[in-house]
């Protein structure tokens, strides 16, 4: 079976900085075969799209509310996927999810097949 294990969430003030990983395991998972992605999803809100890159983390996109502030990356050698996150601000709070799929990269929620059960990140004011 396929891991997405999220690490790296937490509590910081408006302004600081936080990043997170996404450690990939599992016999049938190549982790440099797929795309990546990072979700989000606040209290009371549809899980939304953050970040994703593709294989050989040659595209990447970024939702509008984060470019600028955060950087998605990869280590396939590692297995790793990271979410450099900063200038954060309280509307970041919510629940990071990494995600994998096959074949291209995409910004939508249901293109995604394996899915790690989330790291919380609070902002405070």
């Known amino acids: 079976q396929v891991q997405l294990v999220e690490s790296g969430g937490g509590l910081v003030q408006a302004g600081g900085s936080l990043r997170l990983s996404c450690a990939a395991s599992?016999?049938?998972?190549?982790?440099?075969?797929?795309?990546m992605g990072w979700f989000r999803q606040a209290p009371g809100k549809e899980r939304e799209f953050v970040a994703t890159i593709s294989w050989n983390g040659g595209t990447t996109y970024y939702a509008d509310t984060v470019k600028g502030r955060f950087t998605i990356s990869r280590d396939n050698a590692k297995n790793t996927l990271y979410l450099q996150m900063n200038s954060l601000k309280p509307e970041d709070t919510a629940i990071y999810y990494c995600a994998g799929k096959s074949s291209v990269v995409t910004t939508l929620v249901y293109d995604y097949n394996y899915w790690g059960q989330g790291t919380q990140v609070t902002v405070s004011s």
């Open positions: 599992g016999r049938t998972f190549t982790f440099s075969w797929y795309a």
